[in-house]
């Protein structure tokens, strides 16, 4: 379909944009099929050129696009390339290769790893493809009620178990019995693909991906007004080619980010809130970027100022706030995010015609509350909360302050303790409030509280020194009030130093690796260690990364803990060998993402459960149920000021670790 200036794409073609279907046509009966599938052998992939005779590859990259101001093909100087584009939707979905061998279906995400078994009834639609080999690139949604995807409906719907909720978009067809097309031209690609889909009903799991071809101006004019995610552009000769390249561009419909919120206008005219003053960290410090004063309902508007105004006291304005701002507005602790469609930036970084889009989601935390929750830190407690020096701030200007922390501690300890008492500790502590003096505390330290616990072990090198231990909510409590930022525990207890009971695998993600693909990843090595008889337990890092801990029996040192724990790693990693890697180094993990098994050798820790990590707002290496890691978009917003709120509601995800211990298997390295 060439593009036309006078030509309403979505009045001519309206069943090609997203769902297969107008939106009068959303809750009527399906419509008959228009053509009629290929019949088994029908299709001529041999006569595509560039096609050459291989057998289908276990695994293909996926090609990426690279993001452009504009889309090209157009008349203007940057987007006459004299070349033909093909103009596609641009997806809010899971990126998936279907690989369909011999009736056999596979699904693989972008990161390499096999869902195969999370997608529901998606897989059986594929096994009904009148072929005996294909690969098909495309993408996995869920529709809301309009036929536009929506990414939070796929989280849900992965989470809860995904039936017959997804809808594949294919948008390339790369392999198609025994002849690899990545080198045939894609104009070629997509149209036997159209053919391979021909007869699929219109709101059948697998969908053709249309386009417009020529300038794709008019389509991202449409695409922005319907609030959809964007265009990709590619160039109707070229081949495939894996990873990020120039013959993909995207283009996305305006630009939506997520800012702080970092105060706010009220005006009688308004009879309310009028603006919110927007900001964002850049090198730990709050630097304001603008106002936005629309987009918020006047319900919207309400519920946004009652919470605001009781987040003023203590605040300060970001960096770079214009003088006749600073006189209007009322700041806020930088606690609350919002999601803000814009147009561009200014030349000082201030967004322009901003539209507030909603608050970033924490989400909740789903884990049913207990009958009796055993309370561990008393009222008394909380009511000797002392600390010097408490208006001190941490990480910045606007960051929190040492009572905050303190008072962080005192109101998750009910939940925190259980996984610290008895356990070896080391510390993080940030004593100036600067990022450059914090530092790790392993050994007993002069003016240490006299309630928090010192033994003596030999390390590693035959020297006896002394370690610490929290055996009590006095000592967890003293040592939160004394300045420290980070609890890290060892996988053992005190009086069974040399018997572990947990192992931790650190999933760090390399270079270009998103927080999607390290959910996908957990959870592909869930489904590892289970086969495995384990029990894994998981908690994001308070990072980019996430903690899956195991709890053992007591039947192995640390030096048998620590192979078994490199065999069960190694094993892991094969299962998917172009997502993992065990080996370190940076350069090792590109586009990788490392298991760190190391945490398991004596001496070694990791981030305690519920413990604040010493980064800007201070988020928490929070435990979740495999169900909540997967509706969790932003796992910084688990931090010092929501996380007790949440936890209020929600019962402990690992209240019963330490009855799942389960025994090793026996592993060859």
């Known amino acids: 379909l060439a593009a036309d200036a006078k030509r309403d794409i979505l009045s001519e073609r309206p069943e090609s944009v997203k769902s297969g279907r107008r939106i009068e046509e959303l809750g009527a009966p399906p419509r008959k099929r228009e053509r009629l599938p290929p019949k088994p052998g029908s299709l001529k992939p041999g006569a595509l050129p560039g096609a050459v005779k291989a057998a289908p590859p276990s695994r293909i990259e996926p090609q990426?696009?690279?993001?452009?101001?504009?889309?090209?093909?157009?008349?203007?100087?940057?987007?006459?390339?004299?070349?033909?584009?093909?103009?596609?939707?641009?997806?809010?979905?899971?990126?998936?290769?279907?690989?369909?061998?011999?009736?056999?279906?596979?699904?693989?995400?972008?990161?390499?790893?096999?869902?195969?078994?999370?997608?529901?009834?998606?897989?059986?639609?594929?096994?009904?493809?009148?072929?005996?080999?294909?690969?098909?690139?495309?993408?996995?949604?869920?529709?809301?009620?309009?036929?536009?995807?929506?990414?939070?409906?796929?989280?849900?719907?992965?989470?809860?178990?995904?039936?017959?909720?997804?809808?594949?978009?294919?948008?390339?067809?790369?392999?198609?019995?025994?002849?690899?097309?990545?080198?045939?031209?894609?104009?070629?690609?997509?149209?036997?693909?159209?053919?391979?889909?021909?007869?699929?009903?219109?709101?059948?799991?697998?969908?053709?991906?249309?386009?417009?071809?020529?300038?794709?101006?008019?389509?991202?004019?449409?695409?922005?007004?319907?609030?959809?995610?964007?265009?990709?552009?590619?160039?109707?000769?070229?081949?495939?080619?894996?990873?990020?390249?120039?013959?993909?561009?995207?283009?996305?419909?305006?630009?939506?980010?997520?800012?702080?919120?970092?105060?706010?206008?009220?005006?009688?005219?308004?009879?309310?809130?009028?603006?919110?003053?927007?900001?964002?960290?850049?090198?730990?410090?709050?630097?304001?970027?603008?106002k936005v004063g629309t987009g918020f309902d006047r319900d919207m508007a309400t519920e946004l100022l009652a919470r605001l105004e009781r987040l003023t006291a203590?605040?300060?304005?970001?960096?770079?706030?214009?003088?006749?701002?600073?006189?209007?507005?009322?700041?806020?602790?930088?606690?609350?995010?919002?999601?803000?469609?814009?147009s561009n930036r200014t030349a000082d970084n201030a967004i322009r015609h901003g539209v507030f889009r909603g608050l970033r989601d924490v989400g909740g935390l789903t884990t049913p509350v207990p009958v009796k929750r055993k309370r561990l830190i008393a009222e008394s407690d909380l009511a000797t909360i002392w600390v010097t020096n408490p208006e001190r701030r941490l990480f910045g200007k606007t960051g929190p302050t040492k009572l905050d922390i303190a008072v962080y501690y005192a109101l998750v300890g009910d939940f925190m303790l259980p996984h610290i008492i008895g356990r070896p500790v080391s510390l993080v502590r940030c004593p100036t409030g600067k990022p450059q003096d914090c530092f790790f505390q392993r050994h007993a330290f002069t003016g240490m509280p006299p309630s928090v616990a010192v033994f003596e072990s030999v390390n590693s090198e035959g020297e006896t020194k002394t370690y610490l231990s929290v055996e009590d909510a006095k000592g967890y409590l003293a040592l939160a009030q004394f300045g420290v930022v980070e609890f890290h525990t060892w996988g053992t207890h005190r009086t069974k130093l040399d018997r572990p009971d947990q192992?931790?695998?650190?999933?760090?993600?390399?270079?270009?690796?998103?927080?999607?693909?390290?959910?996908?990843?957990?959870?592909?090595?869930k489904g590892g260690l289970e086969s495995l008889g384990l029990v894994p337990f998981v908690k994001t890092s308070g990072g980019k990364g996430i903690h899956i801990t195991v709890p053992v029996t007591r039947k192995q040192n640390w030096k048998k803990l620590h192979q078994a724990s490199s065999a069960i790693s190694t094993l892991l990693a094969a299962s998917a060998p172009d997502t993992f890697t065990t080996t370190m180094g940076k350069e090792n993990r590109k586009k990788r993402i490392f298991i760190d098994f190391h945490r398991n050798a004596r001496g070694h820790t990791s981030a305690a459960?519920?413990?604040?990590?010493?980064?800007?707002?201070?988020?928490?290496?929070?435990?979740?149920?495999?169900?909540?890691?997967?509706?969790?978009?932003?796992?910084?917003?688990?931090?010092?000021?929501?996380?007790?709120?949440?936890?209020?509601?929600?019962?402990?995800?690992?209240?019963?670790?330490?009855?799942?211990?389960?025994?090793?298997?026996?592993?060859?390295?």
């Open 609 to 669: 459960p519920y413990s604040l990590r010493a980064r800007t707002n201070l988020p928490a290496s929070t435990p979740v149920s495999w169900t909540d890691l997967e509706t969790i978009d932003a796992p910084e917003d688990l931090n010092y000021v929501s996380l007790p709120g949440l936890l209020e509601t929600s019962g402990d995800p690992w209240a019963e670790i330490d009855e799942a211990g389960r025994d090793l298997p026996a592993l060859e390295r």
């Open 314 to 342: 203590g605040a300060s304005p970001p960096e770079g706030v214009p003088r006749e701002i600073m006189r209007e507005m009322h700041w806020v602790k930088p606690l609350l995010s919002a999601r803000v469609r814009y």
């Open 503 to 525: 192992i931790v695998f650190d999933l760090d993600p390399g270079e270009g690796i998103s927080w999607r693909e390290v959910v996908e990843a957990a959870v592909h090595i």
């Open 64 to 290: 990426l696009a690279t993001q452009v101001p504009n889309p090209p093909g157009g008349e203007g100087p940057a987007e006459k390339t004299g070349e033909l584009w093909l103009h596609e939707i641009k997806f809010d979905g899971y990126r998936t290769m279907a690989h369909v061998i011999d009736g056999e279906v596979r699904m693989i995400t972008r990161g390499g790893i096999d869902w195969t078994k999370r997608y529901g009834d998606l897989p059986q639609a594929f096994s009904r493809l009148p072929v005996a080999q294909a690969i098909i690139d495309g993408e996995i949604m869920v529709l809301d009620d309009r036929g536009i995807s929506r990414f939070a409906l796929l989280q849900d719907a992965l989470a809860e178990g995904a039936g017959s909720k997804l809808h594949f978009y294919a948008f390339d067809l790369l392999h198609l019995d025994g002849w690899d097309l990545r080198k045939a031209p894609l104009i070629k690609r997509k149209a036997l693909l159209a053919e391979l889909l021909a007869g699929q009903a219109a709101n059948a799991a697998i969908q053709y991906s249309d386009h417009v071809e020529g300038d794709g101006q008019g389509l991202y004019d449409q695409v922005s007004e319907l609030g959809l995610e964007g265009v990709v552009s590619k160039r109707a000769d070229a081949i495939y080619m894996s990873g990020r390249t120039k013959s993909w561009t995207k283009v996305k419909a305006q630009k939506t980010d997520d800012f702080v919120i970092a105060g706010y206008t009220v005006s009688d005219r308004a009879e309310g809130l009028a603006a919110l003053g927007m900001a964002e960290f850049e090198n730990g410090e709050l630097h304001y970027r603008g």
